[in-house]
């Protein structure tokens, strides 16, 4: 019989939202620093606003929390688990912006934020899940 032992949730929480909140700020100081150095937010002729950023990386970094939350319960080995998913995601998620109707440099910029966020993200809620 194996046992699965997991990580207590309350450090992973607390970790992952923290790192959630910096990343926040971080993908929206990253759009508004392009932005001031020229770089158009708009798609397919619709600006993106430099908050939105922040909005959808707390989104998209809650819903990496609760997958890892899931893996911290159900997998055996749930940090290569969670980072395998997660680098994956983050590559699957450039694929709009390549595809997007906007200028080469706010395709690149848009690709920065995603993997900025990444990086913030990743290792903090991965650091806390058992290897």
Do not use: N, Q, W
């Amino acid at each position: 019989m194996s046992v699965i032992t997991t990580a207590p949730a309350k450090p992973l929480v607390i970790g992952g939202l923290t790192a959630t909140a910096v990343a926040a700020v971080a993908t929206a100081a990253v759009a508004a620093a392009g932005e001031a150095a020229g770089i158009s937010l708009a798609v397919g002729g619709e600006p993106i606003p430099v908050p939105g950023f922040a909005v959808l990386t707390a989104i998209c970094s809650v819903v990496g929390l609760v997958l890892a939350l899931v893996l911290a319960r159900t997998a055996r080995r749930p940090r290569p688990v969670f980072v395998r998913a997660t680098i994956a995601l983050t590559a699957l998620s450039l694929v709009p912006d390549v595809l997007a109707d906007a200028s080469t440099s706010t395709k690149a910029l848009l690709m920065l934020t995603h993997v900025v966020a990444a990086t913030i993200v990743i290792p903090a809620i991965a650091r806390r899940l058992s290897a």
